[in-house]
């Protein structure tokens, strides 16, 4: 190979590993938009997101009970006076109607704790009840914003707080009766839906 040969072979190499090297960097760079695109753009879309994800839980559970053990309350341990399964999934609908009401300052129902004056008693009444609990609360959770987050709010259940300190409360309580039905399902012999599709296990 002549020292021509040689040179020009150098330099068509230079210029395909610099091409190589500029693709790889806009790919980086690529990849690097798309996962701050990913984040949450909004104060409503940072607490949204993890509301939804605890109703779709939720919800989950509720549906995974067979409807004849919607009346069923755990007999093995200390559970005087708790509530039935069906009474759970009731209270939590009413609380999520509640919280969001005062956020709008608006008077929430006075009975919560036993489940609010909705007539819903069977498990599908109860299930609509509750998605339509959690539609209300993701509409009015999206007024959330920069401006409001800090303005003040009243009321029984979770008052005084902020709007922003409310919507938390709510993913919060969500989750605080998610883990207790939990067991409701265990004890009849259901694993939870979450649990079966991500193959959670015991170490």
Not at 12 to 33: D, E, R, Y
Request: proline share 4%.
């Amino acid at each position: 190979m002549t020292l021509f040969r040689v040179d020009a072979f150098l330099v068509m190499c230079v210029i395909v590993l610099s091409a190589a090297g500029k693709c790889a960097a806009q790919n980086s760079a690529t990849k690097q938009v798309a996962k701050s695109d990913d984040i949450p753009k909004s104060i409503a879309e940072s607490v949204s997101g993890t509301l939804q994800f605890a109703e779709g839980n939720f919800i989950g559970l509720a549906e995974a009970m067979p409807e004849d053990k919607y009346s069923y309350i755990p007999t093995v341990g200390n559970f005087d006076g708790v509530r039935s399964f069906g009474e759970q999934v009731k209270h939590v609908a009413c609380a999520q109607f509640a919280f969001f009401n005062e956020f709008e300052g608006k008077k929430p129902a006075d009975d919560c704790e036993k489940g609010g004056h909705d007539p819903a008693k069977t498990k599908a009444e109860l299930i609509k009840y509750l998605k339509d609990s959690f539609d209300y609360s993701n509409r009015v959770l999206a007024t959330l914003t920069a401006n409001n987050a800090l303005d003040r709010v009243e009321g029984r259940y979770a008052g005084p707080n902020t709007k922003l300190g409310i919507s938390v409360v709510a993913v919060w309580h969500i989750t605080d009766h998610y883990g207790q039905l939990v067991e409701y399902l265990r004890l009849n012999g259901i694993v939870p839906p979450f649990t079966q599709k991500y193959g959670v296990k015991v170490r």
